[in-house]
């Protein structure tokens, strides 16, 4: 199965929002909300940020939000902080029989 | 709590067999699938494959078909990722990590393979 497909990189000031896409195909994100989102700092292990397309994990900040149209998923951060600056990565459901599929990652860069 | 912990970090030699692990705590390793997760330096995430331990029969992406073993030892909650003759190419972090509905729920904290000669 072909990997979901995300910007290489977004950037945006302290205290804006942003928003980063993920696009797969009927056989992803297009028939199932089960997409994603997950935060991974230089070195870290990634870190789930929302699941289900837009589900917080208890714990994680109310400025990371999700949302899904069609066959695109997307991930919303407000308020951007210095921290925020990290490598963003979706995954979704897949009809293949590995179950799971990644995009390709997302440089978030806060200026 | 719930936890994946894996094995060290390894140094091989190109043509060298290697076996890493990642041992699961808790009731839940039998009842949901395991997947291992390449991340090759400066890269992004990429999902070789999937078991179920309660099934034993193990799933690849098509880039990791033939190129690597998944395996799984459901009486010591363990699952295993196994090369039978490592590149360089294989260099890379590699997380073990349980699958949720949208994706890995939790993960194990990594293991650094490193091939050269």
């Known amino acids: 199965q072909s990997a979901l497909t995300q910007p290489a990189s977004v950037s945006g000031s302290p205290g804006q929002s942003i928003t980063i896409s993920c696009t797969g195909t009927s056989s992803d994100i297009g028939d199932y909300g089960y997409v994603s989102w997950y935060q991974q700092h230089p070195g870290k292990v990634p870190k789930l940020l929302i699941y289900d397309v837009n589900s917080r994990p208890s714990g994680v900040s109310n400025r990371f939000s999700g949302s899904k149209s069609g066959n695109t998923a997307s991930l919303t951060i407000s308020g951007l902080q210095a921290d925020d600056e990290a490598h963003y990565h979706c995954?979704?459901?897949?009809?293949?029989?590995?179950?799971?599929?990644f995009g390709g990652g997302t440089k978030l860069t806060v200026l | 709590e719930v936890q994946l912990v894996q094995s060290g970090a390894e140094v091989k030699k190109p043509g060298e067999s290697l076996k890493i692990s990642c041992k699961g705590s808790?009731?839940?390793?039998?009842?949901?699938?395991i997947g291992w997760v390449r991340q090759m330096p400066g890269k992004g995430l990429e999902w070789m494959g999937v078991i179920f331990p309660g099934a034993s029969e193990a799933k690849y992406s098509p880039s990791f078909q033939g190129q690597v073993t998944i395996s799984v030892d459901k009486s010591i909650s363990t699952a295993y990722l196994q090369w039978n003759s490592l590149k360089a190419s294989d260099t890379a972090m590699y997380y073990c990590a349980r699958r949720g509905r949208s994706g890995p729920d939790l993960w194990g904290q990594g293991t650094l393979v490193t091939v050269s000669s």
């Open positions: 808790g009731d839940s390793f039998t009842s949901r699938y």
């Open positions: 995954s979704s459901y897949t009809t293949s029989d590995t179950l799971v599929v």
